[in-house]
């Protein structure tokens, strides 16, 4: 147990809808870190936050968008989705800027 | 933007052997992590290097700063080692997200 926390497990959901993912970081870390996995894109790098602020943004579409909260939990919406969407969404934490990363479990979004 | 370029793609060996999992990267790195995920589908930190050797049990790391260049090595192999083994860097000076290879996806038979 990596003590990152996502929910949901599992998220099945139609054309054009919005989601949220949610990311609860270990405890005492600042920065929360959210990756895509795609059968063909592999694992890209979304964005990242770091004590309540953007610190770092990667691959992520126009189409969603993220914030980490005071209690430093994290949030990833994703709207409009399209097929495409599909994938395993990963939440990472560590203590500092850059650290090494403990990975959550992982939301499987599934878009139909 | 940094390149991760992974190597073999696929490894099938045998209980016991010593297996060596190679990653080069193209531009100098602040960090390059080793990173397992199994079947399903969670991913476990193994190791985080930024110079020089470590080990954990029957696994080490190496990374070669010069060469760009990084290698997991896992001794004693054994079926549960079966799983995906990604390269990852982080690139900036600063604050960046992960820069992944395409793993290796690797089976240990008994």
């Known amino acids: 147990d990596s003590g990152v926390t996502q929910t949901p497990k599992h998220l099945i959901t139609a054309t054009g809808q919005r989601v949220t993912l949610r990311c609860s970081p270990r405890s005492g870390d600042l920065s929360v870190y959210w990756y895509q996995q795609s059968l063909d894109q592999g694992l890209q790098f979304l964005i990242q936050?770091?004590?309540?602020?953007?610190?770092a943004k990667g691959n992520i579409l126009e189409r969603f968008s993220a914030q980490q909260f005071p209690d430093l939990h994290s949030e990833l919406n994703l709207s409009s989705l399209e097929l495409g969407d599909s994938a395993l969404y990963f939440c990472a934490s560590s203590v500092g800027v850059v650290g090494e990363a403990f990975f959550g479990q992982g939301t499987r979004l599934t878009v139909v | 933007k940094n390149e991760v370029e992974q190597s073999p793609q696929n490894l099938t060996a045998q209980e016991g052997e010593f297996i060596t999992i190679n990653c080069s990267y193209s531009?100098?790195?602040?960090?390059l992590h080793w990173l397992q995920q199994h079947p399903g589908g969670g991913i476990v930190s193994l190791f985080m290097?930024?110079?020089g050797k470590k080990k954990h049990g029957r696994l080490i790391a190496t990374i070669n700063i010069q060469e760009k260049h990084s290698s997991l090595h896992i001794t004693a192999s054994h079926p549960r080692d079966s799983a995906v083994y990604i390269c990852?860097?982080?690139?900036?000076?600063?604050?960046?997200?992960?820069?992944f290879g395409k793993g290796t996806h690797l089976i240990i038979q008994p």
């Open positions: 290097l930024s110079s």
């Open positions: 936050y770091y004590n309540g602020e953007e610190r």
């Open positions: 990852a860097v982080n690139s900036g000076g600063g604050a960046d997200g992960l820069t």
């Open positions: 531009v100098g790195i602040s960090a």
